[in-house]
């Protein structure tokens, strides 16, 4: 299969995920990206913003075995990693995988679980394994975490740690849709539409396993020149020296942001990065990953406008 070929066929999620959710471009754009790149998504907005049905039309229309997780204050991490339990046809003790062996799990609501919980995903996250009872077992290829959280409710929930953020190689924020997009769903709502059947709404699968395997290599084939990695890393070292910056981005931040440029690179159909496609995905790869000062949040800062005033003033390499 050509490169464009190939190409075209992600292109195409775009148009069957459309089927079911209007007015996200953005957020399937990155979840795209994340699937080239091999990382994971941090999908966060207020209830009702189509979070999980963005992440369940994705996954219909990829031909790869999914999962669901609901994040419950009572989930254990044997209810996501799997445990060893005794069988007792056999006389012996077996282990049971969890939900994380697929190849994309939507984690719903993480940040209702407990630490402890939220904790069993850091080992699967980063190296695609998981560990139970001193042995290991390997993750199926590809493997992505998509996690939903609400900003807006605290009651009940649990932050996220800086080292689970940190995992997550994009956070999407999911805004409200513009009027134009919200008289579309309820026109599709009044036209029969069940977000519970993305069958009838004629998503299918148009990517397979060997369809990103052969994408994620023609990604890494993309040119990244040596003036672009300095102007990446002169953008991280920009966010650590910000007076409103406690905690800047980490060199596992810079890897993430030349690994999610390439990707869209590669989608754009660009043979190299430029600093357009390290702009344009700034924002999503790092705004988890900056730690504020309380007198900047205080002031109603926010990563966005940091990284925002960032770029305006790094100089971009011609």
């Not at 519970?196 to 020149?225: E, F, K, N, P, Y």
């Not at 990953?289 to 900047?296: D, K, M, V, Y």
Request: glycine residues 8%.
């Amino acid at each position: 299969m050509t490169d464009t070929a190939l190409r075209e066929k992600f292109l195409a999620v775009r148009g069957e995920v459309g089927k079911a959710v209007v007015g996200q471009d953005g957020a399937v754009s990155g979840l795209i990206v994340a699937l080239l790149s091999g990382g994971h998504v941090l999908l966060e907005g207020v209830p009702g913003v189509a979070k999980t049905l963005l992440v369940r039309t994705l996954t219909a229309a990829l031909d790869l075995k999914t999962a669901r997780v609901q994040f419950t204050p009572d989930l254990m991490p044997g209810d996501v990693t799997g445990s060893v339990v005794y069988d007792a046809k056999n006389g012996d003790f077996e282990f049971r995988p969890g939900p994380v062996f697929t190849n994309i799990m939507l984690a719903d609501e993480i940040n209702r679980t407990p630490p402890k919980t939220q904790s069993s995903l850091l080992e699967a996250m980063e190296e695609r394994q998981v560990t139970v009872d001193g042995e290991t077992h390997l993750l199926p290829k590809p493997f992505l975490v998509a996690a939903t959280q609400n900003p807006v409710e605290y009651e009940g929930t649990y932050t996220l740690p800086e080292a689970q953020l940190d995992r997550f190689l994009l956070k999407l924020v999911l805004d409200l849709p513009p009027r134009d997009s919200e008289i579309e769903v309820l026109n599709r709502h009044a036209a029969g539409f069940d977000p519970r059947d993305l069958a009838a709404a004629g998503v299918t699968a148009v990517v397979g396993g060997d369809d990103i395997a052969a994408a994620r290599a023609a990604v890494g084939q993309v040119d990244a020149s040596s003036d672009l990695v300095a102007y990446i890393v002169d953008l991280a070292r920009a966010t650590r020296q910000s007076p409103s910056v406690k905690l800047g981005v980490s060199p596992r931040g810079t890897t993430a942001l030349l690994a999610a440029a390439k990707a869209w690179a590669w989608l754009s159909g660009a043979d190299g990065v430029t600093p357009d496609h390290v702009q344009a995905m700034l924002l999503p790869v790092w705004r988890h990953r900056l730690a504020l000062r309380p007198e900047a949040e205080l002031e109603g800062v926010t990563a966005d406008t940091i990284l925002r005033s960032i770029v305006q003033q790094v100089q971009v390499p011609l």
